[in-house]
């Protein structure tokens, strides 16, 4: 049957993730072209017309296209039995906004519904209801901060959630920004609770009575996915572990302090390095002068915390008096040769070069590495991509996974295809890149260029087809009343007059804008001449 748009009335309570723009022409064209295909379904107002369950792309796209009537099929539902059918109809469609769906899902429970039935009805997986679940545990502000928008990412939103409300709320108005933006890594790193991934354990998991928590928004598979707090139990149980193994080993080793500069088990006196690396590969006889060296990670480290680490450690020459000739050495004295399988694969000896010397190298090798550089044939396009890369992740300890991706553990650097090194770029600028609001661009220690990098990486990316739409309540009560005036002359339908009041205006213009977005990513380049080789050419001459 053929119903009059403005007789159906949204109820409110599905918020959705907005269409993009093109979605939405593509779904307005469609309509013009071939009509409404699908009726969209509504079931009777007590107070009199209809009120929408599924659909509302469908009649907004009507409405805005000038369409009066549109086909719709009625149901006699009850209001549960209607929040589950929208839900459900619209989870197979666009994304709705998770929050939205927790809120469905609370209110499902409210009226009988369990956790589990609630999130099967909606079409969820077990996973999934419990990702979605764990929503429930932050604050109602957070929430709230979150409703409309999109989400950080689950592991930063499970961090959040496992702090105190308090501590939650705390923190979200240390770093809520000018009303609604919201820096959720700094909030995540406020509420962190210091886990210790299982997998770091040299100790017997089961017997050791420590208990272990399954992150549900980990991957599968990941040292994420069960972790413990009780960090104190755990390093005294590896401690008892790398004890019991020096003692009842195969190899001859000992237990050392752990060097926070080299990241590497702190060198005795009078002992060096022989392989840094670890040795994994290497086995040591207990009649070899090399000893294996345990360090265990402190439990305030931020990476590998408790974590067992070893290098293999050799004694530092020394010149030794040649013995008497009446003299033999005793039997018992360990022989010379390094005992370890395949001597042949035992490292070479570290040069010894005094600390002027090494900084003398840096020079050199500093040099050598700008002309490598600047060597059109050595940077290839797909070696200067990864150098690029490279040198952007290295420096920031959030990005440590996909350095991992592009060096590996033994310093090998794997050849990746482009397609490859763009999804690590894109990456690695997605965790830390944000767009600073223009009154905040304060610091003295950030250029004007600084400001305006993710300007231009969004315009040459174009972030800005990416937006939602922003003809929302929340974001025109911002707007001024000659901003709004400005919208509504470019979006009023031919023939109707905008309110005149500013208040009635703001109201009318939601949703009537949908193409309206008051700032475009982009801005000015610097100053200056571009570079080019023939400049360093030039700057060399001279």
Known sequence: MMIAIDNIHENGNMRRVMPTAEATAALEAGIRELGILQPVLVRPDPDGGYILIA?????????????????????????????????????????????????????????????????????????????????????????????????????????????????????????????????????????????????????????????????????????????????????????????????????????????????????????????????????????????????????NHHHDACKVVSVIIKPVKSVEAEPAADMEAPEDEAPSAIGIVGPEDSPAEEPQITKAGHDLLADVRTSALCRALRNP???????????????????????????????????????????????????????????????RQTSTWKSADSYARPEYIGALINADAHMPELDTPEMLAHVSGSTLKAIAKDYAPRGEKPPGKVAELRQWLVGRAPGWQPLHFGAPGPACEPWTRESILQEDAS
């Open 55 to 299: 659909g509302y792309r469908r009649l907004n796209a009507a409405r805005s296209i000038g369409l009066t009537e549109i086909p719709a099929e009625v149901k006699l539902l009850s209001e549960l039995e209607a929040e589950a059918a929208q839900a459900a109809e619209n989870i197979q469609r666009l994304p709705v906004d998770p929050v939205d769906q927790w809120r469905h899902i609370e209110r499902m429970v409210a009226d009988g519904y369990s956790v589990q039935k609630a999130g099967a009805a909606l079409g969820m997986t077990d996973r999934q209801i419990g990702q979605i679940s764990r929503l429930g545990r932050l604050a109602p502000e957070l929430l709230d901060a979150l409703t409309g928008r999109e989400l950080p990412g689950w592991r930063t939103l499970g961090e959040i959630s496992q702090a105190p409300h308090e501590i939650q709320t705390a923190a979200l108005k240390r770093h809520l920004y000018h009303g609604d933006a919201v820096q959720w890594n700094s909030i995540a790193a406020e509420c962190v609770t210091r886990r210790i991934p299982r997998d770091r354990a040299l100790f017997d998991v089961a017997a050791s009575g420590i208990v272990f928590d399954e992150d549900l928004f980990a991957e599968p598979g990941s040292p994420e996915q069960f972790t413990t707090t009780q960090a104190t139990r755990f390093i005294e149980a590896q401690l008892e572990a790398v004890e019991d193994l020096i003692q009842n080993g195969d190899e001859p080793a000992l237990l050392v302090d752990y060097n926070s500069m080299t990241l590497l088990p702190q060198l005795p006196a009078g002992w060096m390095f022989a392989d840094s690396s670890g040795g994994a590969d290497k086995k040591l006889t207990r009649r070899s002068r090399h000893k294996r060296a345990y360090a265990i990670v402190p439990v």
């Open 377 to 439: 044939l050595r940077m290839t396009p797909e070696d200067a991509f990864h150098a690029l890369l490279i040198g952007y992740v290295a420096d920031d300890s959030r990005l440590k996974d996909i350095l991992a991706a592009l060096v590996s553990p033994a310093g090998d650097v794997p050849e990746l295809d482009f397609n490859r090194m763009a999804e690590l770029a894109g990456e690695a600028l997605a965790r830390t890149i944000s767009v600073v609001s223009p009154h």
